[in-house]
């Protein structure tokens, strides 16, 4: 199968948001997306927007999949770099090449405009997706690891004003 990778549009958000519900099963996170059509909607085609997608469709026009992205910068390299947010190609269409047709683009993307780096990140279980990238010359930073500050302790941390914020 063929895979032809268009950028998302407005059209696109509900698929997107399914895609996005189909994921978190997915990830064992049923219940964890608060997303809405509107919410996505603005990120993606409000005014300035800082988040894009790329949508993979077969040769019969049908969505398989999508990436999602945005931009972050290396103070090391002194340029941007993309960090994929998330990568889904439906469960049918698994094995077709859409989404190493997705990784491709992104790759493409960063190449034509002089970014550093394509990075995303992977559940330490999904060993197909991490044997995919791995195929595909990806690597991971065995030395890194993610924090996040969410929820009560985003909030708490948050409002907490020990330190004179200037400007």
Same mark, same amino acid.
């Given at each position: 199968?063929? +895979?032809?990778?268009?950028?998302?549009?407005?059209?696109?958000?509900?698929?997107?948001?399914?895609?996005?519900?189909?994921?978190?099963?997915?990830?064992?996170?049923?219940?964890?997306?608060?997303? @809405?059509?509107?919410?996505?909607?603005?990120?993606?085609?409000?005014?300035?927007?800082?988040?894009?997608?790329?949508?993979?469709?077969? *040769?019969?026009?049908?969505?398989?999949?999508?990436?999602?992205?945005?931009?972050?910068? +290396?103070?090391? *390299?002194?340029?941007?770099?993309?960090?994929?947010?998330?990568?889904?190609?439906?469960?049918?269409?698994?094995?077709?090449?859409?989404?190493?047709?997705?990784?491709?683009?992104?790759?493409?993307?960063?190449?034509?405009?002089?970014?550093?780096?394509?990075?995303?990140?992977?559940?330490?279980?999904?060993?197909?997706?991490?044997?995919?990238? !791995? !195929?595909?010359?990806?690597?991971?930073?065995?030395?890194?690891?993610?924090?996040?500050? @969410?929820?009560?302790?985003?909030? +708490?941390?948050?409002?907490?004003?020990?330190?004179?914020?200037?400007?």
């Amino acid at each position: 199968m063929m +895979s032809a990778i268009r950028p998302a549009t407005v059209e696109d958000v509900p698929v997107i948001l399914q895609m996005i519900h189909e994921l978190a099963v997915y990830e064992k996170e049923p219940d964890a997306v608060r997303n @809405t059509p509107e919410m996505l909607a603005g990120v993606l085609f409000g005014e300035n927007p800082r988040v894009f997608a790329a949508m993979a469709e077969n *040769e019969a026009g049908v969505v398989r999949g999508f990436a999602l992205w945005f931009l972050n910068y +290396s103070t090391w *390299e002194g340029v941007h770099g993309i960090y994929l947010e998330d990568l889904y190609v439906t469960p049918e269409a698994r094995g077709e090449g859409h989404g190493k047709a997705l990784l491709q683009h992104l790759a493409a993307t960063a190449v034509e405009r002089g970014y550093a780096r394509v990075e995303w990140s992977v559940l330490d279980w999904n060993e197909p997706s991490i044997n995919f990238y !791995k !195929k595909l010359g990806a690597f991971p930073m065995e030395e890194w690891s993610t924090f996040r500050l @969410t929820g009560e302790a985003l909030e +708490s941390f948050g409002t907490a004003r020990e330190a004179h914020v200037l400007g």
